[in-house]
């Protein structure tokens, strides 16, 4: 166990240095730092001195090994727009979509669970395929369409909900639909397979023996245990919800880290881009390392075959 | 028979499913062999046919856009702005599904917007595709530093916020169907470089594949004519899958502003022209984003049954 501990943090070491590598390359593509630092008044020696400053004066190498030294510190400079913290200006906005994030996963698994355990009990019959259909709907609808949509029917024409911005409840139904939908589909194909696996089960097989009623045999035996891998596979589920949000959060002026994307890249205003990069990069590798080391306390055979790393 | 004349297109042995694979066509078969699975696909489930004359009808629309538009996708009638489709009131036969505030013809920007969605999804999965593939093959043939550079490489791309990459590239270099194509590729080539990985890494060690070695065939010789063509059907497969991915990805990155820039006809574009109309004159985007629709559930649809027929492991999935 922990060698293979070792070796899978090893893993997602390299994968975040990589990470940095690909940030620090599109901070540079962005454009020279000292002509958003510096205005039209500065003279050649402003220029100068500030590079010198900044380090920008040295062999890009160097500058890769400050940058990284800087990050590793925790160090993201200030917001060029506010002049105020990055990091702070981030984590201010980050509530709003860890709640928007919440509330959409919710949604998800809502629909996603009872439509894998019915198509799974109903299999190969017209209701599996319905159900077929609605999960790949959301993989095949847009979601900046959807919630178009949404806002014109629920908003617009009936006027039963707010199309944006927040407040209340009510502000919410709408955006986590539209973002929830989309992980309907992967969710669904995980606890249908899971429950055709436990339906089969011996464990099942004795409740229905007992006399139990199929509604308690499905709904607590089955899908209790049903219900443990796509648990596992939940917290990469959420962190693409919340990149997701992107989208999400333009469509219904949610004031969370993906308008701040938006408005940031507007202004140029990089520190504060980069941080939201690298905090979804780090967040993402983190979450799969959770997983495969839940999988793998949990499942004797990965820790310790070599090379057992679960393939998606 | 000898060892020299033993290739392993001519063996049927060679085409069996192994550790996950997909049944392996050898390439010049593949015609001959995928026409009758299609076929049968069609015989076992009549509903597909639905799906498949929408996808049928989205590639010749794309194909002959410019001869099928009755009106220019962007010449302005500022006279005409926001006739609402011809079946409403104050709606004209001549603009069946209205136009936007510019005037433009609504349907004649879908029959354009067609070939921008047709263009960048084949582009789109050939490239990443080449990329992936060519990259899969080197990690699973060399193994060792090469594979664990690669996969790490395949893994970080996942961990990347990809809006955010499309966004900045498209501040930097302006938006563009090469930034999208570039996005694309980002994201995709990882999917083919762990399939083909996966699948070199147990043919390798096969008869042929030795033999072939044994021969002094080169490592190019033996991934080129040996070990791709064996894993050619699968990525086909894997292909299909992607093809809504790409177009809805395009969609939304034109949406955002970070792809096919304006006034271009891209299906995203025009959704994100009618966001701020939508109370006023619902048309403008409700079309588009159904095109959208249309033809990415009937590529899944299809490329899930594909997937079902040709493997029947995932059939339960």
Excluded: C
Aim: glycine share 8%; charged share 15%; proline share 5%.
């Amino acid at each position: 166990m922990r060698r293979y501990l070792l070796s899978r943090i090893t893993q997602a070491i390299v994968t975040l240095w990589l990470l940095t590598l690909v940030a620090f390359v599109m901070a540079r593509l962005t454009g020279n730092p000292l002509d958003v630092l510096l205005d039209a008044r500065s003279t050649e020696e402003d220029r100068v001195a500030m590079a010198q400053v900044l380090g920008l004066d040295r062999p890009i190498a160097t500058q890769y090994a400050i940058y990284l030294r800087d990050v590793v510190h925790g160090d993201f400079g200030n917001s060029f727009k506010t002049r105020r913290s990055a990091l702070s200006t981030v984590m201010e906005r980050l509530p709003w979509t860890l709640e928007l994030g919440t509330a959409s996963f919710l949604v998800s698994l809502l629909i996603a669970v009872p439509i894998g355990v019915v198509t799974a009990v109903k299999r190969d019959t017209a209701i599996d395929v319905a159900g077929k259909v609605l999960a790949l709907l959301g993989q095949s609808l847009p979601t900046f369409w959807l919630g178009l949509m949404l806002i014109l029917l629920f908003a617009v024409t009936l006027e039963w909900l707010p199309a944006g911005g927040t407040g209340s409840l009510a502000h919410f139904v709408l955006p986590s639909i539209t973002l929830g939908w989309f992980t309907v589909a992967g969710i669904m194909r995980l606890v249908r397979s899971a429950m055709l696996d436990t339906l089969g089960e011996e464990f099942v097989v004795t409740a229905r023996a007992k006399g139990l009623a199929e509604p308690g045999v499905v709904w607590k035996h089955a899908l209790r245990n049903a219900v443990i891998p796509p648990l596992t596979y939940a917290g990469v589920v959420f962190v693409a919800l919340l990149a997701g949000a992107v989208v999400t959060e333009t469509v219904f002026a949610w004031p969370g880290v993906g308008q701040l994307v938006i408005e940031s890249i507007t202004f140029r205003d990089f520190p504060v881009i980069q941080i939201i990069f690298l905090l979804f990069g780090v967040m993402y590798i983190s979450m799969n390392l959770v997983v495969d080391l839940l999988y793998a306390w949990a499942d004797p055979r990965i820790r310790l075959t070599e090379g057992g790393r679960r393939r998606r | 028979m000898s060892l020299s004349t033993h290739d392993p297109a001519d063996s049927p042995a060679m085409s069996s499913v192994e550790a996950g694979t997909l049944p392996a066509a050898p390439e010049r078969a593949i015609a001959t062999r995928q026409r009758p699975g299609l076929i049968e696909l069609l015989r076992r489930r009549k509903i597909l046919i639905v799906p498949m004359l929408i996808l049928a009808a989205f590639v010749v629309v794309g194909l002959t856009a410019p001869y099928l538009a009755p009106l220019s996708p962007t010449e302005t009638a500022l006279g005409m702005k926001l006739t609402p489709p011809a079946w409403l009131t104050d709606g004209v036969n001549a603009r069946p599904l209205g136009t936007d505030q510019l005037g433009r013809d609504i349907a004649s920007r879908i029959i354009h917007g067609a070939r921008v969605s047709l263009m960048t999804a084949l582009a789109g999965i050939l490239l990443s595709g080449a990329v992936g593939t060519a990259l899969g093959l080197l990690a699973g043939y060399y193994g060792a530093w090469v594979d664990a550079l690669i996969m790490r490489g395949a893994d970080m791309t996942l961990a990347v916020h990809i809006y955010i990459l499309a966004i900045v590239l498209a501040v930097v270099w302006g938006p563009g169907l090469g930034n999208v194509l570039l996005v694309t590729m980002f994201l995709l080539w990882s999917r083919y470089a762990r399939q083909a990985r996966a699948e070199v890494l147990s043919l390798k060690e096969r008869e042929f594949v030795v033999a072939a070695r044994a021969l002094g065939a080169s490592a190019t010789r033996i991934m080129a004519r040996h070990l791709l063509p064996n894993i050619l059907a699968s990525l086909i497969v894997l292909s299909t899958l992607q093809v809504g991915f790409v177009i809805v990805l395009e969609a939304t990155l034109s949406f955002l502003g970070a792809g096919v820039p304006p006034p271009n006809p891209s299906w995203g574009v025009m959704v994100a022209d009618g966001r701020a109309l939508i109370a006023s004159a619902w048309w403008v985007s409700t079309f588009p984003g159904l095109a959208i629709l249309l033809v990415v559930l009937s590529v899944n649809l299809v490329g899930d049954a594909i997937r079902d027929q040709l493997d029947p492991r995932l059939r339960r999935l």
